[in-house]
């Protein structure tokens, strides 16, 4: 399943980019995100427990970014085992763009897949629930940038 979609961050884009590359950060704006350690420069473990569904899961796996040309663009991707549940592999091409001195539009490219029970579900509901975590997780992003609390 492919998504996009668009995020306009009250802050400048060099805030945005390190923002975006930041372990904690991420941490705290991705649902369900209980653990993501930095490895390398450029890679990173997690432990996401999310619910799909009836299926509520524990994913353990690595986040890479590639495709680095700061701060303008980068591709995060990312592969998860979740047990019994299945799996779930994904990525997202990740844009910035200037707003004025103060603002800047992230634009991004979602790709999704999973595999094993969860897959069972339906497309429907896999590809509603992928897009609920990925608007949740740019506009978590937004709330962080500025300050404001970010939604469970």
């Given amino acids: 399943?492919?998504?996009?979609?668009?995020?306009?961050?009250?802050?400048?884009?060099?805030?945005?980019?390190?923002?975006?590359?930041?372990?904690?950060?991420?941490?705290?704006?991705?649902?369900?995100?209980?653990?993501?350690?930095?490895?390398?420069?450029?890679?990173?473990?997690?432990?996401?427990?999310?619910?799909?569904?009836?299926?509520?899961?524990?994913?353990?796996?690595?986040?890479?970014?590639?495709?680095?040309?700061?701060?303008?663009?980068?591709?995060?991707?990312?592969?998860?085992?979740?047990?019994i549940a299945g799996f779930a592999k994904g990525g997202a091409d990740v844009s910035l763009t200037e707003d004025g001195p103060n603002a800047t539009i992230l634009s991004y490219t979602v790709k999704a897949d999973v595999g094993g029970k969860i897959a069972q579900l339906g497309s429907r509901l896999i590809d509603s629930t992928s897009r609920k975590l990925a608007g949740q997780f740019f506009t978590n992003l937004g709330s962080q940038m500025t300050g404001q609390p970010i939604s469970a």
């Fill in 1 to 83: 399943m492919d998504m996009n979609g668009q995020e306009r961050i009250e802050a400048p884009i060099d805030a945005v980019w390190r923002a975006l590359n930041d372990p904690e950060t991420l941490r705290a704006c991705i649902p369900g995100c209980e653990t993501l350690e930095k490895t390398s420069d450029t890679d990173m473990t997690a432990t996401v427990v999310l619910r799909v569904g009836p299926i509520k899961a524990r994913f353990e796996g690595t986040v890479e970014l590639t495709n680095l040309n700061p701060p303008r663009s980068y591709t995060i991707s990312g592969e998860g085992k979740g047990g």
